[in-house]
């Protein structure tokens, strides 16, 4: 199976909400802002979130 050709802009796509949202955040301390200043829904953050404290450390 190839892979998708939007792959990589999805990813920069999530880099720079990432950003977005952690300079919000830094400013705002509140997670519903920041999460709207990146132009996501706060529970897509907390759900990212906890995807990433599931994964195995290395």
């Given at each position: 199976?190839?892979?998708?050709?939007?792959?990589?802009?999805?990813?920069?796509?999530?880099?720079l909400?990432n950003?977005?949202?952690?300079?919000?955040?830094r400013?705002?301390?509140?997670?519903?802002?920041?999460?709207?200043?990146?132009?996501?829904?706060?529970?897509?953050?907390?759900?990212?979130?906890?995807?990433?404290?599931?994964?195995?450390?290395?």
């Open positions: 199976m190839g892979r998708r050709p939007h792959a990589a802009p999805l990813n920069r796509r999530h880099q909400a950003q977005a949202f952690l300079k919000a955040l400013r705002t301390a509140n997670v519903r802002l920041a999460a709207a200043a990146a132009g996501f829904s706060h529970s897509a953050f907390y759900q990212r979130r906890r995807a990433c404290s599931n994964r195995p450390r290395n």
